[in-house]
Every structure is written in C-alpha cells, then in structure tokens.
C-alpha cells in the first residue's frame, strides 16, 4: 500500500514553545490530507483539512491560530502547534489519499507523540 | 450527539469466540464506511471497507444498513492476535471527511 510518513515520531517541548510535526506521502501525490489527534483512551478526532495550495479548513472548536498547517507541496503537509502547552499533549496524525478524488483508502503516518512540560 | 458513535467497551472474550461491533452514524450524507483496527500507541490500519451488500474476510464480516445508519462487524473464531481497538469510521463524499467513532476495544483472552 501506500506509505505516509510522520516526523518526528516524538517529540517532549518546554511550554511556550512551538513544535512543527510534517506529513509526507512517499510515493504519490495527494492534494488533500487530514490532522488527527487523539488524547489516551480516546478515539482520534479531526482537526482539519490541508489543502494543497490553499488555506486548511478547520473543524468546529479548533484554533486555526494555535495549529498552524501548511500543504506547500503535494507530498507535504506540516502542523504546527505554536505556543504548546501541557494540555496540547497528544498523539498527532495524519491521513493522505492518492489523487484528487473523494473516495478511495486514507493511508496514516504513524504518528507523533507530543508531550509539552 | 456525535456523527459516529461506538460502544467502547472493553469486550472480553475466550479464544475462539464470536464478537459482534455496533457503529451508528448520524450524517445521513456518509457515502463510504470503514472499519480500522488500532493497536496501542499505533497508528490505525484498514481492517475492511463496508459496502451495503455485506461483505466477508476470513473472519471478519461488515454489514452496513443505510436504512438505520448503522454498521456492523463481526469477527468469528476469535485469536489472541485480535486484541486490540476497532474504529468505525464514515466518509461524506463531498468533503472526503474521515470521522471516527470513539472505538470499541477487544481484549481476547486464552
């Protein structure tokens, strides 16, 4: 199948500080992927969409200011999470599909596992 | 009232068991139906898409009823190996949104 890669795959940060977690589709390109996150014991939840070349849309209750994201290329997207604090900690990760349709399997990267101090 | 809702569990099952997950979807707009197994601390896997007609792997069946917005799986001859969290998840076709249920976890034991 497909490969998704996240990096970094850990990551601890003092608070206050911003981490930037990236999302590269190896061996397709995809105009679209999806940010996750997921607390312990929880499911994973949407946070937004990355568009390639356009702004993210970013589902209801999240802080488009806080998680920044990019899709500069069609194999890289990059979260951002500025001025992380210890609530932020959470397993981060993202989802790509090959080409531009609506259909079709969402490969995963392995995600990143942030803790802020 | 969340747009996937699962019952989460934990299940705990003998080997060689019969399980059965429920999954209901409130977005009568959700065109594609998934289940992903996630082990701890993994990312989540594809297990199997489900299509309206059922559809069968191994020991794994998925039915999806439209009519009552729910999907189903169900996972027979239970193995050690299975243990793990099953998620739901339903795709709008316009958006090709991915939403998760909150998962439902299955712990088989010898």
């Known amino acids: 199948g497909a490969v998704v890669s996240q990096h970094p795959s850990w990551v601890i940060c003092k608070s206050g500080t911003s981490v930037k977690i990236e999302c590269r589709s190896l061996d397709f390109q995809a105009t679209t992927m999806f940010w996750y996150r997921q607390f312990p014991k929880q499911s994973l939840m949407l946070m937004a969409t990355s568009n390639e070349g356009s702004k993210a849309t970013y589902e209801q209750g999240v802080e488009k200011d806080k998680f920044l994201i990019n899709h500069a290329s069609l194999t890289l997207s990059t979260l951002t999470v500025t001025s992380a604090h210890p609530e932020d900690s959470s397993f981060y990760i993202c989802?790509?599909?090959?080409?531009?349709?609506?259909?079709?399997?969402?490969?995963f990267g392995e995600g990143s596992r942030l803790t802020v101090l | 009232r969340k747009e996937v809702e699962q019952d989460p569990g934990p299940f705990n099952v003998p080997e060689g068991a019969t399980v059965a997950f429920n999954c209901t979807y409130s977005n009568s707009a959700s065109q594609s139906f998934f289940w992903y197994r996630q082990d701890c601390r993994k990312e989540p896997k594809l297990l199997m898409s489900v299509y309206s007609s059922g559809n069968e792997d191994g020991r794994f069946t998925a039915q999806l009823n439209r009519a009552s917005q729910y999907i189903s799986l169900l996972i027979r001859d239970s193995k050690l190996s299975d243990s793990a969290t099953y998620l739901c998840?339903?795709?709008?076709?316009?958006?090709?949104?991915?939403?998760f249920g909150q998962g439902t976890t299955l712990q088989v034991k010898p």
């Open positions: 989802s790509a599909r090959p080409g531009t349709q609506n259909t079709g399997e969402l490969f």
């Open positions: 998840g339903a795709r709008g076709s316009n958006t090709g949104k991915l939403i």
